[in-house]
């Protein structure tokens, strides 16, 4: 069977449907031109896989293929994404990890990794991994002359120390949480980190559990925060048990998402918000000077105020994670947030991890005593739309059109799509202060890398200017187009 490797080899990883695009003989050769690619043949290898029906058969298979090209494989089992991270950098590996994250139970992929967590880009390796594999597959993967070995490795019980390492929890006020793993890898770390699975220490907090079973063929609802409908359990459970917090974690449990006593969604821009304050307060207090901070831009306009308000530098970057954990390192930023509710730490190796934001989010809120709902308030001043996705025929077109209708009406910005912003112009080297009124607004439209869609991201000072501004772009966008969203 052929298989059209361009159409699997993303931009930040490998993704496609089970059997059609990603085969046990495809990931093999992906897996040869994985270590061919990063000079790991006599080095080690890790290798960890969700709960996803077809994951450990493609373990097995980059297993293979690892080993025929020279290199070790160290195999940790069912594990979430960030555990991969974690091993990646604390043993100083290169690693692999199977899965499709939020996607639906038909897909699964691929996240790859350098020693130390360094991600692989389709610029920075993916591309040339992707040519190596498409020679295998014709040609057969040549086996070397010292092929690799396979050891398994326990890496849950030290990832989750390491966590508690970098957040007390110990001292919060008693807290009940709602926790919706969605059938995913959540099911397995949030019992370690915040339990005593893993054999630390009992922390105040009860934790409520929804769909902790690790299950691939999400019966519930799919692994996806990100889409409101897969909220509504936990939305319901968290006031239902009367609960402080809930959080819902994705598929590899990489990603958290945050929701009050009421129910209602405590948006990523304030979660990143209150994660880069901590951060910032903490390498201030150890006398570190300059201090950076990242910020994609979506997030809402008063992450880089308060930034800016607590003394430290915002950095605005692209969406996309393999570009934030570069941009990561190259200006040794302590914590990056996006508003797909990816956050990223310094402390560690630059890389994502949503159960880190959650505990910061956990400490921070467990140490005073207002409900989550008014904790959370000044962290989202400002109206947004969220963002709203919009097949189109022509996405130049389209773009060429909000140009034109936007003209004299705001700055142009095209750092990764067009943005626009406009009202009048404030020190926003401040937060507002309370009652403060401000009538800036921006939007964003981005094409999507993969599909023929935009994405609308619209943000103001007041719901009512907002509103207009995403009414106004929206009839731009669908001008003379039958709207799938």
Known sequence: MSVDLTQIVKTYDIRGLVGSQLTEDVVEALAGAFVDEIGAAGQSVVV???????????????????????????????CSTDMTYYASGAWSMPSAMFTASHNPATYNGIKLSRSGAEPLSLDSGL????????DYLDTGIPVVESPGSITSREVIADYAAYLRSLVDLGSIRPLKIVVDAGNGMGGLTVPAVFGTTAGLAALPLDVIPLYFELDGTFPNHEANPLNPDNLVDLQ???????????????????????????????????????????????????????????????TSRIVP??????????????????????????????????????????????????????????????????????????????????????????????????????????EFDTLDGLT???????????????????????????????????????????????ATLRDDALAIIRQNVTVES
């Open 127 to 134: 591309g040339a991994i992707r040519d190596r594999a498409r």
């Open 236 to 298: 319901r459970a968290v006031v239902a048990h009367g609960a402080d917090v809930g959080l819902a974690f994705d598929g590899d449990a990489d990603r958290c998402f945050v929701i009050d006593e009421r129910g209602e969604p405590v948006t990523p821009s304030a979660v990143t918000a209150i994660v880069a304050l901590r951060e910032i307060r903490r390498v201030r207090a150890a006398g570190e000077t300059p201090i950076t901070v990242l910020h994609n831009l979506i």
């Open 48 to 78: 960890g896989y969700d709960m996803r029906d077809s994951s450990p058969g493609f373990a097995d298979a980059f297993a293979r293929g690892a080993t025929a090209r020279g290199a070790s494989v160290v195999s940790i089992g069912e």
């Open 305 to 410: 105020e308060m930034i800016r308000a607590a003394g430290a530098i915002p950095v605005r970057t692209n969406v996309g994670h393999s570009l934030i954990k570069k941009v990561m390192r190259d200006t040794g930023a302590v914590f990056g947030g996006e508003h797909s509710a990816h956050y990223y730490f310094r402390d560690f190796w630059s890389a994502d991890n949503g159960m880190l934001a959650a505990m910061h989010v956990l400490a921070e809120f467990g140490n005073q005593t207002q409900p989550l709902s008014q904790f959370a308030e000044k962290f989202s001043p400002y109206a947004e739309s969220g963002e709203i996705n919009t097949r189109v025929p022509d996405v130049a077109a389209a773009l060429d059109r909000i140009r034109e209708e936007f003209a004299g009406r705001g």
């Open 420 to 466: 626009v912003s406009g009202g009048s112009v404030v020190d926003d080297s401040l937060a507002p202060a309370p009652g403060e009124t401000r009538d800036f607004w921006w939007l964003n439209v981005r094409p999507s890398n993969t599909e023929p869609l935009l994405r609308l991201n619209v943000e103001a000072a007041t719901p009512e200017l907002m």
